[in-house]
């Protein structure tokens, strides 16, 4: 059973940085479009970064320039790198790894807020 496991929450002040890790098991980690997603209260879940299997990357027009997301392969390790933080960022990060021929998994959620 495949199990993804984040962490790096936190507070932190506007214009800050924050690093989130996620790190996977029980699944063929290397093989998997990992991602990063968010929810605000009252909000849908957003897509807010995606690392392909092949090496591209994808962000969402907000965090463009701000986040990068990194994974090392070897350590079943997703990183989602979050400079100049705005009040709005504010949100539970989630941690998804999915696959079109396999299962597809959530990570429990991580606190993001951004506050003075």
């Known amino acids: 059973q495949g199990q993804l496991v984040e962490s790096g929450g936190g507070l932190v002040q506007p214009g800050g940085s924050l690093r989130l890790s996620c790190v996977g098991s029980?699944?063929?980690?290397?093989?998997?479009?990992m991602s990063w997603y968010r929810q605000s209260p009252g909000m849908e879940r957003e897509l807010v970064a995606r690392h392909n299997p092949s090496g591209t990357t994808n962000y969402a027009d907000d965090v463009k320039g701000r986040f990068t997301i990194t994974r090392d392969n070897a350590n079943n390790l997703v990183l989602l790198q979050m400079d100049s933080l705005k009040p709005e960022d504010t949100a539970i990060y989630y941690c998804?790894?999915?696959?079109?021929?396999?299962?597809?998994?959530w990570g429990q959620g991580t606190q993001v807020t951004v506050s003075s």
């Open positions: 998804n790894a999915n696959h079109l021929y396999y299962d597809e998994y």
């Open positions: 029980g699944f063929p980690f290397s093989y998997y479009f």
